[in-house]
């Protein structure tokens, strides 16, 4: 800082009584820029243990906090870039240890810790933020008992998710070969350090988006996520929400075999089934299959004897009942000597009957009138109304008779053949009676009705005279007498004859 700031000024008394000439000007930007290389120089790469403080995350990505203890307050950065690549997410109330460069931001003249690594400080400090996340989790009901699904009793397909590479997946596959072989599909992922949570969380969630029929591959019926033993470090990716909240969101029946048997993670608490190691995982799955057989055949010895047992008890019990019954062909025989003296009472009910109702028929007859009786009787009341209608059917008689010739002298007084009979003809054509004149035509063929008979005709072009149509008594001609023939000067019908 000698450079900034000299010791004294040319009289050497320091900065109080020299002239503001001799006191060199700098800009905030520069002072800025040298406490910036100053506090780089001299702090190269540090690791600052304190307890987060304001954590946020910017839209950018950064990761913006303090760091704090007893006494003072660092603030932090840490870069989009490098957040990603972060062992740990911060949070509030964390203790942890941060690794990075010493530096300032002039904007606000403050200085910070440029953050490249973060890791919690201390297992005291992971178990105080272990208990902290248990907490929180089980009030949201991730842990409760009644979230938890039975296993099945022999899976057809078992997942397991765990690294390929271990001794976790050969123990796995060899117990279970012992037991009971299944089909075994492995989701291979990483089991410790950065981005192993995530793995671990989208291989559970990836198997429970497996179709249930249909797929290139099976559905698993069971899960098992597994790891072996380790520290609190090494386990500490099976403690993170993102791997507690896929474990609690299987659908598929899950269970946890992280670690040794005393070793104990979040996704103990959420899983349906907590293994102490992976080989007690595969032996928790399955049952042993030589077992099941000795069992298999237990029950059939014992479903067969109880069968037996079963049907000697019914046969004994029909025997005994046999044994109480009255012997069929002695039961028959007497059947059919009651059947015999049924047909014979029977036979003679019949008799009884028929003569009862040949008596109560006589009794009946006795009791009616004789026929001739009853007729005699009716031609008594019938003989008053017969002489009254012999006595009114003459004169009846003779009424309606005077009523239908009265009826059919009028009748032929309006007939037209008493008009025929005092000259008069009918003449017809072919559509019927002729009442005019102009409806003959030349060579119309006509029909002339007289008194005594019918004769043909033609018309022809002859006009009715005007006397006739002047007087009509001149059309008045005597009678056409039967075999004589007159001429055409004589006939009053003109041309038409």
């Excluded at 009794?363 to 209608?389: C, D, K, N, T, W």
């Amino acid at each position: 800082m000698s450079d900034f700031y000299p010791e004294s000024g040319p009289a050497g008394g320091g900065f109080a009584g020299n002239a503001p000439g001799n006191v060199p000007e700098f800009s905030v930007s520069e002072i800025s820029q040298a406490v910036k290389r100053t506090l780089e120089g001299t702090f190269e790469r540090v690791r600052v243990r304190g307890e987060i403080s304001g954590f946020k995350r910017a839209a950018s990505g950064h990761l913006y906090m303090a760091l704090k203890d007893e006494s003072a307050v660092l603030d932090a950065v840490c870069w989009r870039g490098t957040a990603g690549r972060l062992s740990i997410k911060p949070e509030d109330g964390m203790e942890v240890i941060a690794s990075g460069r010493i530096t300032s931001y002039p904007g606000r003249s403050k200085y910070q810790i440029v953050i490249d690594s973060l890791e919690l400080a201390g297992e005291g400090a992971l178990l105080k933020l272990l208990e902290e996340r248990r907490r929180k989790l089980a009030e949201e009901g991730l842990f409760a008992e009644e979230r938890k699904q039975a296993l099945p009793f022999l899976p057809q397909v078992i997942g397991v998710v765990t690294s390929p590479t271990g001794a976790v997946i050969r123990d796995i596959l060899h117990r279970l070969a012992d037991r009971f072989p299944r089909r075994v599909l492995v989701w291979p992922v990483l089991v410790q350090g950065e981005g192993a949570a995530e793995q671990v969380a989208a291989a559970i969630r990836g198997f429970n988006a497996f179709p249930a029929d249909g797929g290139p591959l099976p559905r698993p019926d069971l899960l098992i996520v597994a790891r072996g033993g380790g520290s609190l470090e090494d386990l500490w990716a099976f403690n993170e929400e993102v791997v507690v909240r896929a474990a609690a969101e299987s659908r598929i029946p899950l269970i946890s075999a992280v670690g040794h048997e005393t070793d104990t993670t979040l996704i103990d608490f959420a899983a349906d089934r907590r293994a102490p190691t992976p080989t007690a995982a595969a032996e928790i799955a399955v049952p042993v299959r030589r077992e099941l057989l000795i069992q298999t055949g237990e029950l059939e010895r014992r479903l067969l004897a109880a069968a037996s047992r079963l049907v000697a008890e019914r046969q004994e019990r029909v025997e005994g009942l046999g044994r109480g019954l009255v012997d069929p062909k002695r039961l028959v025989e007497e059947m059919n000597q009651r059947l015999d003296e049924r047909a014979e009472r029977l036979k003679g009910a019949w008799t009884t009957l028929l003569r009862d109702w040949q008596a109560r028929l006589d009794r009946l007859q006795a009791s009616l009138p004789h026929p001739r009786q009853f007729l005699a009787v009716r031609a008594e009341q019938l003989a008053g109304p017969a002489a009254r209608l012999d006595y009114l059917r003459p004169r009846l008689l003779a009424e309606r008779r005077q009523e239908i010739d009265g009826l059919n002298r009028v009748l032929e007084s309006v007939s037209y053949k008493k008009v025929l009979q005092r000259g008069y003809a009918v003449v017809r054509g072919p559509e019927g009676a002729i009442t005019r004149p102009e409806a003959v035509t030349p060579g119309l063929a006509l029909e002339l009705e007289f008194a005594s008979g019918r004769a043909a005709a033609t018309g022809g072009s002859g006009q009715p005279a005007s006397a006739s149509a002047a007087d009509p008594t001149s059309a008045k001609k005597p009678a056409v007498r039967k075999g004589k023939k007159k001429s055409s000067s004589d006939d009053p019908q003109g041309s038409l004859l």
